[in-house]
């Protein structure tokens, strides 16, 4: 069994930060890769960034340049640094947890966290 517990978000005012924790226990061990995503109230799931066992990373559009992903192999554990956060960045944050492919992308898997809610008021 794998378990994704995601944690650290919360309300905060626009242009504020927050970092969010996604911790990994059970059979994790073919979690070389890891993601997260974010759903906001009506819209469908969306890909926000992504982490390969190579520690390369990946971001969606809407992000990039604000937000940075990263992990600490040692805890099993991954981050999610939110900077000069935005009304729309409002969303339940989920993260996955997938695998590297041959050539060093990340590939998600059916493993996902509960989820934490983030708020970003205007």
């Known amino acids: 069994q794998v378990q994704l517990v995601e944690s650290g978000g919360g309300l905060v005012q626009a242009g504020g930060s927050l970092r969010l924790s996604c911790a990994a226990s059970g059979s994790i061990f073919s979690l070389s890769a890891m993601g997260w995503y974010r759903q906001a109230p009506g819209k469908q799931r969306e890909f926000v960034a992504s982490i390969t066992s190579g520690g390369s990373t990946n971001y969606a559009d809407s992000v990039k340049g604000r937000f940075t992903i990263s992990r600490d192999n040692a805890k099993d554990t991954v981050y999610l640094q939110m900077n000069s956060l935005k009304p729309e960045d409002t969303a339940v944050y989920y993260c996955?947890?997938?695998?590297?492919?041959?050539?060093?992308?990340?590939?998600?898997?059916?493993?996902w966290g509960q989820g934490t809610q983030v708020t970003v008021s205007s």
């Open positions: 996955n947890g997938g695998h590297s492919s041959y050539s060093g992308s990340y590939v998600p898997l059916h493993y």
